[in-house]
């Protein structure tokens, strides 16, 4: 198994990103890929998930209006954080991750704790 994350990079204020995760070796397109970040000195938080097929896009309010999370299934899952309007507190490493999908009434979970496989971050500087 294997998430694999890049797009990161030094940007200035107000500028825009996307970061690409290629996830292989499980069927993840039954799988809720999501987006958490991990500022310097702080724990690692959630920004953004998304459900099957596309479906059920959540985001964290500190990016919601200002990024776009998307996916592409097909033989393998590639999950897309595009991120605009950069601030300096986006800088952060980025971590894609896979949440196992068990029912029909699945939600788009926002815990760690929920998600079972993650990549290996990429670094976000957003500099003023």
């Known amino acids: 198994v294997q998430l694999q994350a890049c797009g990161g990079g030094l940007v200035q204020v107000g500028g825009s990103l996307r970061l690409s995760c290629a996830a292989s070796?499980?069927?993840?397109?039954?799988?809720?890929m999501g987006w958490f970040r991990q500022a310097t000195g702080k724990e690692r938080e959630f920004v953004a998930a998304i459900g099957l097929r596309g479906g059920l896009k959540h985001y964290t309010d500190a990016v919601k209006g200002r990024s776009t999370i998307s996916r592409r299934d097909n033989a393998q899952t590639t999950v897309y954080l595009e991120m605009n309007s950069l601030k300096p507190e986006d800088t952060a490493v980025y971590y894609c991750?896979?949440?196992?999908?068990?029912?029909?009434?699945?939600?788009?979970?926002?815990?760690?704790?929920?998600?079972?496989?993650w990549g290996q971050g990429t670094l976000v500087t957003v500099s003023s």
């Open positions: 991750a896979a949440s196992p999908v068990r029912s029909v009434y699945y939600t788009v979970p926002e815990t760690e704790n929920q998600y079972d496989y």
């Open positions: 070796g499980r069927v993840f397109s039954s799988y809720v």
